[in-house]
């Protein structure tokens, strides 16, 4: 055998032996390596999202929940060249995304590697936008499927309503549902920071007694200092977070008590493991995590996996999972079981995304249709 054949012979006995020794540690989650021009897109387009993952070999990655360096002492311990052990110990950094597509080569469900807490999780889901005809459409249904509502408490006509008008309509909206849920079921108010601050104490202290769990983003969340000026005479427990994208934004709501359940959104915050980080700084706050869902059921996968191994979560977020075309993306949905989804025991993500799913849904254009009050300003976000 020639001199290089037996060279790359050894460097694959000892990258075997490595990825052996990987697979045996419970706090390592193995998967395949992506297409070398999906790792290339995925380092261009999301950079703040990386997370410490390590090259073993040609085709499988290795994604440590602790730290990369663990990787290194691994591979060196593993190895009995010195050189393969360089090889493997260096590596490169992959953004989070990348373990996000290829993770169904782990051998088990991300979470069970991640110290998983519960084996299914309570949803929030949002309640149709005309809440006047709910008691009708939705009566039969809400004792059986529901863990919890979210609901926008506002008109279709709202921009063009006077102070007075908007307060009566929205409380007589979120009392129709109360009603019609009875008391076991959760509800949450979505304001979509359509609110002065003004406007949103007056229509808290209406809400109350209707028992909301959460008052989602009542004012824009542009200046922390303002949410928790505001969020001090507001009785309802503020939930906002879903335009933050690191652990140190997140921490300043918390700290200035702006914040009692934080909406992060895994695919906007730098993926599980920097969300995870989200979660810990928000348990020490005793703060609860209510992950934000409006992207795809691919998203709604992450998110599960995340809910499933932290001490803090509280609802997750399901828009419409289980009709089309949402529910038409994956090659099998989560299981839907009363008000909660199922935590996958499939490996790594419990999902996989259709083969040809990109060609049947390519890229569209959103047309925008932004709200006007009487006067033509901006009424909407």
């Not at 075997?16 to 290339?40: F, K, N, Y």
């Not at 169904?104 to 590697?113: D, L, M, N, V």
């Not at 979505?190 to 601050?197: G, M, N, S, V, Y």
């Not at 001490?311 to 949402?326: A, E, T």
Request: with cysteine.
């Amino acid at each position: 055998m020639a001199q290089g054949a037996v060279v790359e012979a050894a460097v694959a006995r000892e990258q075997r032996r490595a990825v052996e020794a990987v697979q045996e540690r419970d706090d390592l989650v193995v998967v395949h390596a992506a297409p070398a021009d999906v790792v290339a897109d995925l380092a261009d387009t999301h950079p703040p999202a990386a997370q410490e993952l390590a090259l073993l070999g040609p085709d499988v990655l290795v994604k440590d929940v602790h730290s990369r360096a663990a990787i290194g002492s691994l591979a060196s311990s593993a190895s009995r060249a010195d050189a393969t052990a360089s090889a493997i110990a260096s590596g490169v950094t992959f953004p989070s995304q990348l373990a996000l597509i290829a993770g169904h080569g782990s051998r088990r469900a991300t979470c069970s590697r991640t110290s998983a807490t519960r084996i299914r999780v309570p949803l929030n889901v949002s309640c149709p936008w005309q809440t006047r005809g709910f008691a009708t459409t939705w009566r039969p249904f809400t004792r059986t499927i529901l863990a919890a509502l979210r609901l926008t408490p506002f008109a279709p006509e709202f921009p063009t309503m006077r102070y007075d008008a908007i307060l009566k309509d929205a409380v007589a909206r979120v009392g129709a549902v109360r009603e019609t849920v009875g008391e076991g079921v959760d509800t949450g108010i979505e304001i979509h920071r359509r609110l002065a601050p003004g406007e949103a104490i007056a229509l808290a202290a209406e809400l109350e007694p209707l028992r909301p769990l959460y008052y989602e983003d009542p004012i824009l969340p542009d200046s922390v200092q303002s949410g928790a000026e505001n969020a001090r005479p507001i009785r309802l427990p503020i939930a906002t977070g879903e335009r933050l994208v690191s652990v140190f934004e997140f921490r300043e709501p918390l700290a200035g008590a702006a914040a009692r359940y934080l909406r992060v959104d895994a695919c906007l915050a730098g993926g599980i493991s920097h969300t995870r980080k989200i979660a810990a700084v928000a348990e020490s706050f005793h703060a609860g995590i209510m992950p934000h869902g409006a992207n795809s059921t691919a998203a709604t996968a992450i998110a599960v996996q995340l809910d499933a191994c932290i001490p803090n979560f509280v609802l997750q977020d399901y828009l419409g999972d289980d009709q089309p075309p949402k529910s038409d993306f994956l090659v099998e949905n989560l299981r839907l079981d009363g008000g909660y989804l199922v935590v996958p025991e499939r490996p790594g993500l419990g999902v996989e995304l259709k083969p040809d799913i990109s060609a049947r849904y390519p890229p569209t254009t959103r047309a925008i249709d932004t709200a006007l009050h009487e006067d033509g300003s901006v009424a909407d976000r």
